[in-house]
């Protein structure tokens, strides 16, 4: 025997197969309230690792200069700077490189490493300016050095 629907049948399946527009925009205002606090938490975190890289890759540099030096002598020029990592330069007659493996990378705002010998500290300075690409700043905007 057929089965015959009712108007109230038929508006009741209609109305329970969807959200309402008050349900919705509900979610979204959740969604944007747990965005606007989880965001800057994020992004901030962001910042200390890209600073944590270029630490990582001043030490990195560290140990190849060292092992320059073991090689040749001396530390590479300011003149030479760190591509005497990686090529030899005309005057260190005992170069045994390369001592990197790839190329010199950039720091992790996209600028290249200052070499500076002798440095302002030791036989030797490494720099990069942190974010800014400018001298001096605080957090993100600090110079890291060696």
Partial sequence: MPTTSTYSDVV??????GFTLLE????????????AYVGPKY??????????VAKAQIEAFEKALDTF???VGRYPLTEE?????????AA???WNG?????DVPQDPWGQAYLYRAPGSKGDYDILSYGKDGQPGGTAENADITN
Avoid: C, M, N, W
């Fill in 12 to 17: 009741r399946f209609k109305r329970s197969g």
């Fill in 69 to 71: 030096r073991l090689d």
């Fill in 24 to 35: 919705l925009l509900v979610v979204i205002v959740i969604i944007g309230l747990l965005a």
């Fill in 43 to 52: 992004f901030s975190q962001l910042g200390k690792s890209e600073v944590t």
């Fill in 81 to 89: 700077g760190l591509a005497a990592l990686l090529t030899k330069p």
């Fill in 98 to 102: 390369p001592y990197l493996k790839k």
């Fill in 92 to 94: 260190a007659t005992k």
